[in-house]
């Protein structure tokens, strides 16, 4: 599945080794908002089963289902800041500019 998300095509392996050792399943009833609007963003979502809708600030939804994956962009921002924290924190500013909820 990380093959189909274009950053991860990138990564050696190792990385996305590491980057496996930290996921976790999730499940979500319908109707349930994933990531909302004007909120941090503070995780990336793969979706292996069901189908989600992601609602941008124009208010148009763009289905999502199986193999999509949403909130790449939080990877790329803390891969592009990484460089910069020198403790091993790092404080995610990244602000979400959609709304992602379930369908079924």
């Not at 093959?3 to 990138?10: C, D, M, N, P, Y």
């Not at 004007?38 to 999502?64: A, H, N, Q, T, Y």
């Not at 790329?76 to 460089?83: A, D, V």
Request: charged share 20%; hydrophobic share 40%.
């Amino acid at each position: 599945m990380f093959k189909l998300v274009r950053i991860f095509t990138l990564m050696d392996e190792p990385i996305l080794d590491a980057v496996c050792e930290r996921l976790r399943q999730k499940t979500y009833i319908k109707g349930s908002l994933i990531l909302t609007q004007g909120c941090l963003v503070e995780k990336m979502i793969f979706i292996v089963r069901g189908k989600l809708e992601s609602i941008g600030e124009d208010g148009v939804g763009v289905p999502l289902s199986e193999g999509d994956a949403c909130g790449e962009e939080l990877l790329t921002w803390y891969l592009e800041h990484s460089s910069s924290v020198s403790t091993g924190i790092a404080i995610l500013g990244m602000m979400t500019t959609y709304l992602l909820t379930t369908l079924n």
